[in-house]
Structure formats: C-alpha cells, structure tokens
C-alpha cells in the first residue's frame, strides 16, 4: 500500500482514513459451469459426451470429470449412440472412450454401435445390395440380411436395433443385431397434412427414432409412431405453428419428442410431447433419457452454481454433475454488474444469498440500476420498479418505463434520473467504431413515476457519465479514438450543457477551476469517490470533498485479482453501507465500508 505523506498533528478525514485502510473479502466465487447445447450418455451412465461451445467434451466416470474430446468436424446436435464399453461412431469412424488416441483418432469403422457395442457396417454385398455386416473380432462379417430402404433414412441405434425412416415414401424399419432380423413397415394411413405447415422439404423435416418410436416433425407439429404402429398427431400450440419450426432439430425419447420452437414473434421456448399434447418445459434442448433418469442443462434454484450447468434428475431430484470444462466467461468475466442489498447480491436474473451461499432467480429480473433512498432500495428493472427494505422481499410499484441508468434525490427531495442508451457507429471504410449516448432528463416525486423534462434530449460522444451527484454534476467524457479532450458539463442533472474543450468551459469561457475532477459514486456522507485500475492491477482511489474537487488520490495493493480491472472499472458497484463491489477473474469482491 502507497499511503500520502500527512503532518501527523493534522486530523486525517475518517473517509480518506478509510480508504487507506480499505479491506476486501470475497462475495460470490466463481462457479462451476459445464453448459451443453447436446448431451448422450451411455445405457450404463458411465459415459458421457456433451457439446459445450460448439466443442465436444466427455467423461467416462458419469461425469465427475471432463475432458476436451477431439473429433473432426462439428457434430453439434448430431446424436451419438454410446456403448456401455465406451464406443461410439462419428462420421463413420468408430471412438473409444476408454483409450483416446492422439487426436481421437479412429479405432475402427462402422454406421452404428449397439448398447453392448457391437459394432454394424452397412456395405454393398453383390447382387444382395446393400448388407447388415456384424463385427467379430475386428473383421465384418455378412449376416445376409438386406436393407430395402436407402441407407440415408439410419436414424440411430437404440438398444439392440437400428432405426431407418423413410418419411417421403412413409416406410419405418428396424434391424434387430441380436436377432438379425430386419422388418419394414409401409404407414399407409399416416397423414401428414394433418398437421400445420408444406412440410415433406429437407430444410423443414426433422426425424428421430427411440426404442421403437418414431417421430415426423413439420412446422406446425410433430407424429409419433408407437412400436405397435399407432400413429399420433400432436400440433404445436397456435403462436408458434411458423415457417421456421423444426429448423433447430428434434430429440427423441421413446414417445417424448423435445423440439425448440419459436413463437411469432422469434422467440424461442423447448417444448416436449406428452400424452396427448405438446407441453413447455423449462430446460433447453439439451436433454439425453437413460431410463428414468433425466440429463439436461439448465439451473437449479437455490442451487450452488451461478448460470447453472449439466444437471442429472433421478426419482425427481435434481443435482448438478461435478464437472467443470473451464468455460471462459465471455470477456473473462462471470457476473458482470453486481448489486448487493442486505444479505443479498443481484447480479444478472439471480440472486445471491449470501447466508446460505446459494442462488436463485431474481424476483426483479435483471437490474439496470438502484437508488439507495433512506431505509429503501429502488430497484429499475426491464419489468418495472420495484422496492425492498431487506433485500429479499420486493414490492413491484410500477410497470411504466423508463428503467433510468443513473439516479440522484436532491437536496429538495425531489429525484432526478438519465437513461443512457449507447449508439454505435461503425465506419463503413476502416470499420472503425464510434460511440455516443443518447441522454434524457426525468424528474419524479417518489423516484417511482417519472416525467421527461421537455428539450433535455440530447446526444453526446462516447459512452455517457457514470454518476448524476445529488447536487446536479453530471459529466462525459468523448472516450473515442483520437479525441481531443472534449467533455460535456450540466449543472442541472442533465437538463442543460457546458461544452468542456482541453480544460476550457467553452460556455463560460473560461479554465475549469484548479483541482476539477468529477467522481464516480456519492458516497452517504456526502463525499465523492473515484476507482481506476492500473495495468499491472494497482488500485487508485480518490476521495473527494465536492462532486467537482477537493480530492484526495492514493494508490492501493488489493488482495483479489485484478488482472483486466482497468477495462471493467464500469462494472463497480456502492453499497448502502458505503461499500463498493468489484467483479473480477476470482469472483466478486466487497470492500470494507468507507466510513
């Protein structure tokens, strides 16, 4: 720690006192996270590939462990059928968990294996045409059975058989291994106009085999053949009966057919048929059957894990698997902006509970900004206003925008708010970004109903202030690439503006006074503070006695990680208590309070 020199005689302010001496203790760890846009496990659960951002993970320990699986090409969403012993066919190539070579490379070749892992080869055999082989011991051997469909309808092998549809001509096969019999079914009453949408093109078609089932899906539905030939319909519901439904695949479990399909207006939502309807259901598309028991991503209220992660359900209880592939947050970080209320944090849509170290989903979904008004928090949120006493019970007490980014009550008890909205501009010549914030004025009574205050719209460069002081200082910095120094000043609360130009009011013309600088938070004792990060992960504080000087600098060792901090200073949060929150690599920090 770098401390000022000071006469020892003079009284130190109990504010910059508490800055040198500032303490930081970790909130919220961060979590483990293994998310998964597809999932297959083995009939035993021994085995497990996932795909996790557009990469192939497993496990062969039931997913304790995880490991980066290395196969050509991306087979995303493609299903994978894993033996009990740990084999598997990609691409024509067969896998073994057991032993990865370099690279995975290939052991063998095959189209399918089958729970036991035997090994079929689908080949031409003469004037037999297409031909069931069976491995043994390493070489195929012909069992003289025929294919009498193409080979492009193999759907996949469940158990002991492999499943063929042919969806243009109505024709459903199997081929038993253990018996090696194959049978062939024409569906001469199925009846696909019977549900929504042109169907029968290759970009709209989806089908899946399971068990004996089979499954057609279209735009506006999904049938389903039983193993005794029953063939059901199921529509979707009408909102989401569109031209571009079934595109993202379907995932089959005997008669449960999961599809992720979109409503009319784009959005997505997993849906899954169950007797005799199609029901939502919370998870994503992610889901893999074994028996009873349920694999799928998603999260667990009240759970130990922040975005969630490859949850196993078993007689009705959900846990989390233990691996963790290393995700990389994006831009390296986790929570992102985190406001802590009493004994709870808000970060994202969940909710941190910092007694019981678990999390759950937010009752204010996520928070755009707070006000910390006397005993109260004002929470401005996407869904509405709400307010809270503890942290924990919230009161909704407006729907009606705005959602303001910065607040401020001031000294005659009325509030004052900006909503900050950030443009991009992006140079079509060198692809240059430029950015500027368009800014509006509201005033309110309550900090709840708000009125915009007429001509305070306006657009300035670069990405908008960080604080609107209780006093009215609002301040802007052009943050852009080869500005010279240009900033905007209201005295107001950003009604009006005084062009700052290299240190110049321009409106005033004249110099900023000696010793301007505006601050980031305000603190209760109505001081001022501002943090920047150093590239080596140094901390520089500034306490100030106005929202415009008086300021006090120190530079401070911190005890977290601060790898990256000088490029997300932005995402610092203040506590009621005078506390700042700081999310970083390691988790979220809370400093001791400044006061």
């Not at 290395?70 to 066919?89: E, K, M, Q, R």
């Not at 969940?350 to 996520?366: H, I, L």
Request: glycine residues 12%.
């Amino acid at each position: 720690m770098v401390a000022f020199a000071c006469d020892p005689k003079e009284d130190i302010d109990p504010t910059v006192e508490a800055a040198q001496n500032i303490k930081f203790s970790q909130l919220m760890p961060t979590t483990a996270y293994a998310t998964a846009t597809s999932i297959m496990v083995s009939p035993n659960e021994k085995y497990m590939i996932f795909f996790g951002a557009h990469k192939p993970f497993y496990s062969k320990d039931g997913g304790q462990t995880v490991e980066e699986l290395f196969v050509s090409g991306n087979a995303d969403n493609i299903p994978i059928n894993i033996s009990n012993d740990g084999l598997f066919v990609y691409g024509g190539g067969v896998y073994d968990l057991d032993n990865i070579r370099s690279g995975s490379a290939a052991i063998h070749y095959a189209t399918g294996v089958t729970d036991s892992g035997k090994l079929v080869y689908i080949q031409n055999d003469g004037a037999n045409g297409k031909t069931f082989f069976i491995d043994d011991n390493g070489t195929y051997v012909s069992t003289g059975v025929r294919l009498e469909i193409g080979e492009e309808f193999y759907l996949g092998t469940w158990g002991e058989k492999m499943g063929f549809f042919d969806w243009r001509n109505r024709i459903i096969a199997e081929f038993d291994v253990s018996t090696q019999t194959y049978t062939q079914t024409t569906l001469t009453d199925m009846n696909y106009s019977r549900i929504y949408g042109p169907g029968n093109s290759r970009n709209k078609v989806k089908t899946a085999y399971s068990y004996g089932y089979f499954a057609y899906a279209k735009e506006g539905g999904v049938i389903i053949v039983t193993p005794e030939k029953e063939i059901r319909y199921y529509d979707y519901p009408e909102d989401y009966r569109i031209w571009q439904n079934t595109e993202g695949g379907m995932k089959l479990y005997k008669d449960h057919a999961y599809v992720n399909i979109f409503d009319r207006w784009g959005v997505p939502k997993m849906h899954v048929t169950t007797g005799d309807s199609v029901e939502p259901v919370d998870h994503g598309f992610a889901v893999c059957h074994v028996g009873e028991t349920v694999y799928t991503q998603g999260f667990i209220e009240n759970g130990d894990r922040f975005r969630g992660g490859i949850i196993k359900t078993e007689n009705g209880r959900e846990e989390y698997l233990p691996l963790d592939m290393g995700y990389q947050y994006p831009s390296g970080y986790m929570f992102g902006k985190t406001y802590v209320i009493g004994n709870y944090a808000y970060a994202e849509d969940k909710v941190f509970d910092k007694n019981s170290g678990t999390y759950a989903t937010s009752p204010t979904g996520e928070i755009t900004s707070i006000l910390h008004d006397g005993g109260r928090t004002i929470a401005y949120t996407e869904t509405g206003t709400y307010t809270t006493t503890n942290g924990r019970d919230w009161n909704l007490e407006s729907t009606n925008p705005p959602a303001p980014e910065l607040v401020a009550k001031g000294a005659d008890g009325i509030y004052h708010a900006l909503t900050v909205e950030i443009k991009v501009y992006v140079s079509p010549g060198t692809q240059a970004r430029t950015y500027s914030a368009d800014l509006k004025a509201y005033t309110s009574g309550n900090g709840i109903d708000w009125t915009e205050v007429s001509g305070s719209a306006t657009n300035h460069l670069g990405y908008g202030p960080r604080l609107i002081s209780s006093d009215g200082t609002v301040y802007t910095v052009d943050t852009n690439a080869g500005s010279i120094g240009s900033a905007k000043l209201s005295e107001d609360y950003g009604v009006t503006w005084q062009g700052i130009l290299q240190g110049r009011n321009l409106i005033k013309d004249e110099p900023l006074p000696e010793g301007f600088k505006t601050s980031q938070f305000e603190l209760s004792s109505g001081k001022f503070v501002s943090i920047v990060f150093e590239f080596g992960g140094e901390m520089g504080i500034s306490v100030c006695n106005s929202s415009t000087g008086g300021c006090t600098e120190q530079v401070l060792e911190v005890s977290f990680d601060a790898a990256d901090m000088y490029t997300h200073d932005e995402e610092i949060t203040l506590t009621a208590n005078d506390e700042f929150v700081f999310n970083t690599l390691g988790g979220i920090y809370i400093s001791s309070p400044l006061k």
